[in-house]
């Protein structure tokens, strides 16, 4: 709809896809309608924020600090830390924010070292019948996030910008084919990489092996 409009000439030629969605409705809808649409865009942005960052909070003190650090941690220890948790999540996201031009690339990043960090460990932790440790988990996690890191930073040197569509292109060529490499791709490498983390924790940890989902109390 906001393409139509910029086509049209009723909205700016020069109209950034972030505030496309915005512009286009203030544009469509009467005033009434307008401030109620606003209005729920502020609700949804604020609930989201809250959640995202007490779970974020509550992960940093429940499955970094107390296993790691403090595994007797009190539960008076655990509501401090969380909070202390909720705070850096909040910077880190603020931060993060301004590293990104365009809202889906922000969404593509947060997407892709969610699921390198953690799809590998779940799955492995349900389905995987063999050895399961602790540290394979743990390694699992950083391989995956770092592999996140390494890539876009990566991309980001050796590609091109792309502005039609608001990403990093690394172009080569191999045996005279011409290959090209997106940002989006990250899943190809992090992945295989967080898997790659789980075999050599599972390699180095003496600890036991986690019982089996199923049996598990």
């Not at 896809?17 to 005033?31: G, I, K, Q, R």
């Not at 009434?32 to 604020?46: D, E, K, N, P, S």
């Not at 996201?93 to 779940?122: E, Q």
């Not at 790659?196 to 600890?207: D, T, V």
Request: proline fraction near 5%; hydrophobic fraction near 50%; charged fraction near 10%.
């Amino acid at each position: 709809m906001a393409a139509a409009g910029v086509h049209a000439g009723d909205l700016p030629a020069d109209l950034h896809p972030n505030d496309a969605l915005l512009t286009a409705v203030v544009y469509a809808l009467p005033v009434g309608l307008v401030g109620i649409f606003l209005a729920g865009v502020l609700a949804t942005a604020m609930s989201t924020i809250d959640s995202y960052t007490l779970v974020s909070g509550a992960n940093l003190a429940y499955d970094v600090y107390r296993p790691l650090v403090k595994p007797n941690a009190t539960d008076q220890d655990l509501v401090r830390y969380t909070r202390i948790g909720i705070i850096v999540s909040w910077i880190l996201g603020y931060a993060l924010a301004f590293m990104f031009d365009r809202l889906m690339a922000l969404w593509v990043f947060n997407a892709t070292a969610l699921t390198s960090t953690v799809l590998v460990p779940i799955f492995m932790g349900l389905f995987w019948k063999g050895r399961r440790t602790p540290l394979a988990g743990l390694m699992s996690c950083a391989f995956g996030f770092g592999s996140v890191i390494v890539y876009y930073v990566g991309i980001s040197h050796l590609g091109v910008e792309n502005e039609l569509w608001g990403t990093y292109i690394w172009t080569f060529s191999v045996g005279g084919a011409s290959i090209s490499i997106w940002q989006e791709y990250a899943l190809f490498f992090t992945l295989p990489t967080s898997l790659l983390g789980f075999a050599i924790g599972n390699a180095l940890s003496s600890g036991d092996t986690i019982p089996p989902a199923e049996t598990a109390s």
